[in-house]
């Protein structure tokens, strides 16, 4: 088990920037991690994966604006998004899932999220 704690969110105009971080309670060097946003009245969706050897994966949405990365030696997670729009506007999540990357958002630890909203 680990725990994740998400911070960054805030409220950005649309263009603007804001970077995400997901504090977690052990390393997290041999995680899957994700993340994923859900929108009000919208189902929760994938946004970024970063697997145990640094390979990314982005939504087609965020691709080309969004980054994730890990600085392994804090433990943290980071969600980099830049050239933000108001579809962006969500609820953003961090997740954990051992070894490997689920195929969907079957991960086994979860942060209590971080609110976003792109206004435009």
């Known amino acids: 088990q680990v725990q994740l704690l998400e911070s960054g969110g805030g409220s950005v105009q649309a263009g603007g920037s804001l970077r995400l971080s997901c504090k977690a309670s052990?390393?997290?060097?041999?995680?899957?991690m994700g993340w994923f946003r859900q929108a009000p009245g919208k189902e929760r969706e994938g946004v970024a994966t970063i697997d145990r050897f640094a390979n990314t994966r982005y939504a087609d949405p965020v691709k080309g604006r969004f980054t994730t990365s890990i600085d392994n030696a804090e433990n943290t997670l980071y969600l980099q998004m830049n050239n933000m729009k108001p579809e962006d506007t969500a609820m953003y999540y961090c997740?954990?899932?051992?070894?490997?990357?689920?195929?969907?958002?079957?991960?086994?630890?979860w942060g209590q999220g971080t609110q976003v909203i792109v206004s435009s």
């Open positions: 997740a954990a899932n051992f070894a490997r990357c689920p195929s969907s958002d079957d991960y086994e630890n």
């Open positions: 052990r390393t997290i060097g041999d995680y899957c």
